[in-house]
């Protein structure tokens, strides 16, 4: 392994203390990838913390674990300060997988900002969530080719993403891509449809009533430079995962649209008031 090349993992914990207050009551970690310490900006019952990844973003060669164990009682609201930024391969995979354990009568608010993969990446991003019936959780995956206000934006390389969701130990939803810089896939309507942003937001939790969802529905975009649509999937005793599917040409656009459904849907699924992150203002 090159001196240059990052193997490195970070492993949290989170418990419930004396049924009051969320602690980040384990952390351990190996290589760049650590955490500032907890804040508290909607009081001691939700935990929130920032996860700090490598300096310069993740290049060929360097692979990335990061697990997330929510115990029962306990709401943990992860971010990261910002973009995760994938470099050239120099004919090396990189990886970042990254697993969520959330128990039953526990919370997760899952947020990174946005994955930007640059010219000849061979990048795979992993996101492998294991909840447990009556848990409750939301989060989501962002992805841009190259820089979009650049002629022939990302030009090589490839790119893959994965998220899957287990409730009770058996595999209940997963979503998987892998796209080529020169791949049809990025124009066809199947795919990416000529946009350079995709994103999907995933949340599980009790079931809505149709009122909710169909207002919801509502507000998707759909036009020439964002689409954005909802999807439903029962699972039992009246709980749901909801899924929230959006390309569009710019980031910011479609981040505002998740952010806006992570408020609806964090109020009325987690039963906890959305509120704008302080790393979000910087």
């Known amino acids: 392994m090159s001196s240059k090349e990052w193997k490195a993992y970070l492993d949290l914990g989170f418990s419930s203390y004396q049924n009051k207050s969320t602690v980040l009551s384990y952390r351990n970690h190996k290589g760049p990838v650590l955490v500032q310490r907890p804040l508290y900006p909607e009081g001691r019952h939700i935990c929130h913390v920032a996860m700090l990844h490598p300096p310069g973003g993740i290049a060929g060669g360097d692979s990335i ?6 115990e029962p009682g306990a709401h943990a609201t992860l971010t990261t300060p910002g973009a995760t930024r994938w470099y050239k391969a120099n004919g090396q995979a990189s990886a970042q997988r990254s697993r969520l354990d959330v128990a039953a009568g526990s919370k997760l608010d899952w947020l990174p900002m946005e994955n930007i993969f640059f010219d000849e990446t061979d990048a795979f991003s992993e996101t492998d969530v294991r ?23 990302w030009r090589s390389g490839t790119a893959q993403i994965r998220t899957k969701i287990t409730v009770d130990d058996r595999l209940f939803w997963i979503e998987q891509g892998k796209i080529d810089a020169k791949s049809n896939k990025r124009n066809n309507v199947a795919g990416w449809a000529g946009y350079p942003v995709t994103a999907t937001l995933w949340c599980f939790g009790p079931t809505l009533p149709d009122s909710e969802t169909e207002a919801l529905t509502a507000a998707m975009p759909w036009n020439d430079h964002m689409r954005a ?26 981040m505002g649209i ?25």
Request: with cysteine.
């Open 65 to 70: 674990r990061i697990t997330v164990k929510v």
């Open 131 to 153: 909840l447990e019936s009556g848990a409750c959780a939301i989060g989501w995956d962002v992805a841009q080719l190259g820089r979009v206000n650049q002629d022939g934006n």
């Open 229 to 254: 649509a909802l999807a439903v999937l029962p699972y039992q005793d009246s709980q749901s995962l909801y899924v929230v599917k959006g390309l569009a040409v710019h980031l910011e656009d479609l």
């Open 258 to 282: 998740l952010v806006e459904a992570w408020y609806f849907l964090r109020e009325r699924v987690l039963g906890t008031p959305g509120t704008e992150l302080r790393l979000w203002r910087t």
